[in-house]
């Protein structure tokens, strides 16, 4: 089976661990888009990663089933519990679910990724996607207040 999501997931997890190294608590805060900081961005591909990692593991043990959402909606109702985490801590939730979830999907047997795969439901091993979209954003956030 291929699985080449894993090598690009851990990519990924590193370059976000490299990133968050790299930065102080000051750039942490910085504001991003749309009325993010920095920090509640890491919180929220913290959340999105949590949330993947749920499911892995409740589908273990229960029937693949569709578990539906509206991105939008939680993306605006996370805001503000994102936005109160202390920067530092959001940043290392970031860092610890990624850990998390892709030392899961590593775990994940083949039949189960097949399973899961074959189910027409929401969900995605390839967590790198997620994690580079906002890495960019963040970067260039960087970018702009070190050229300062």
Known sequence: MNRDFQTANNASREKMRKLIEGMSDEELALPAVAGWTVAATFAHVAFWDFRILYLLNHWQENEI?????????????????????????A?????????????EIEAASDELVKKIQDANVQFKFERNGHREYHIKEIEQVLANHRAK
């Open 65 to 89: 089933a569709p578990s539906p959402y509206d991105v939008d909606a939680i993306n605006e109702a996370q805001k503000p519990i994102c936005l109160a985490l202390p920067p530092r801590v």
């Open 91 to 103: 940043a290392e939730l970031a860092l610890q679910a990624a850990l998390e979830i892709d030392s």
